[in-house]
């Protein structure tokens, strides 16, 4: 399941989304990825309201599905709906740090606090489905419960098959530096995630005993970042090409109107750090109107192209 070396994409909320992940496959076909996370109360209830709900996983290759609940059987049912739809494997999300998860929902963070749970929830899991699971979780509740090799532990003995440990805990947030300990005599495979942006960044993380490395904030507007990472890839020279592809593949998925209010994100962080990026993002965030978004981004990049 995990080969030595291995490089993921990182579930994001808000960006790891079909057509980013599309997007993602363009530059690095093979490449493991792991989808938005999912609720389990709102999967197994089919809320219409949120489409990845609804995502078929059979044409995207190597994905994974991440789930995230406080009640075993409610994640186990989410489980085999997302094994049905066609993902490789189920990640169960024992880290997300914001309130209405990790504490209102008792849920992702809030996990490391309850590894009681923890083991019911990932032992349901593994038992409904036949592909395998792993959990992605944090160093700790705070710096001073950092449990995680306890929790690793769990997650083993009841049939997960791979960790991912992110270098922070529940408290930090995503602020300041992450930190990664050293791994030894873990029962499983362990991938770190947290600040890892370029191949040097995953060469230590190997060096430190990891089997491989989940990227997250680094694709941020660089979908074509995995690939170079494994040396397949370069940074794309036609720009306007790519950034209007993502445009389109959002508004296949969400609909026009949908799709313009959400990508303005995605093109602030296409263009961060060129020159006159402000005075683009000021544009594109007074226009509505597809056919102007695109002479703006065929406008902005051809410039940029000829500085």
């Not at 230590?204 to 507007?221: E, I, K, P, T, V």
């Not at 593949?249 to 995605?266: C, D, N, P, Q, W």
């Amino acid at each position: 399941m995990i080969p030595k070396n291995q490089i993921f994409a990182a579930p994001m909320a808000g960006i790891s989304d079909k057509p980013f992940r599309t997007m993602v496959r363009m530059f690095a076909p093979d490449l493991p990825m792991v989808t938005e996370m999912i609720s389990c109360h709102s999967l197994t209830m089919q809320h219409k309201n949120c489409l990845r709900n609804f995502d078929n996983y059979a044409d995207e290759g190597n994905i994974g599905a991440q789930i995230f609940g406080a009640a075993p059987r409610l994640m186990a049912d989410a489980a085999m709906m997302l094994q049905d739809a066609g993902a490789a494997w189920i990640d169960i999300n024992m880290g997300c740090p914001v309130p209405k998860v990790a504490t209102r929902a008792g849920a992702g963070a809030f996990l490391m606090r309850n590894h009681k749970l923890a083991g019911e929830i990932i032992n349901a899991v593994v038992r409904a489905v036949q592909i395998p699971v792993s959990i992605k979780t944090r160093l700790g509740w705070d710096d001073s419960h950092k449990d995680w090799q306890n929790l690793i532990h769990i997650a083993a003995d009841n049939g997960a098959k791979f960790a991912v440990l992110h270098g922070r805990t529940r408290a930090a947030g995503y602020v300041g530096s992450a930190t990664h300990p050293e791994i030894k005599d873990m029962p499983i495979p362990i991938i770190a995630n947290g600040d890892i942006k370029s191949s040097l960044d995953v060469q230590n993380m190997l060096h430190l005993g990891y089997d491989g490395a989940m990227m997250g904030r680094a694709m941020l507007g660089r979908p074509w970042i995995f690939g170079r990472v494994l040396g397949i890839a370069n940074v794309p020279q036609d720009m306007v090409t790519v950034v209007t592809r993502h445009l389109e593949l959002m508004i296949e998925y969400y609909g026009e109107k949908t799709a313009v209010s959400m990508f303005r994100k995605h093109l602030a962080w296409y263009s961060a750090g060129m020159p006159n990026s402000a005075d683009f993002r000021t544009k594109i965030n007074q226009l509505t109107d597809v056919s102007a978004i695109k002479q703006e981004i065929l406008q902005f990049w051809g410039c940029v192209a000829n500085i």
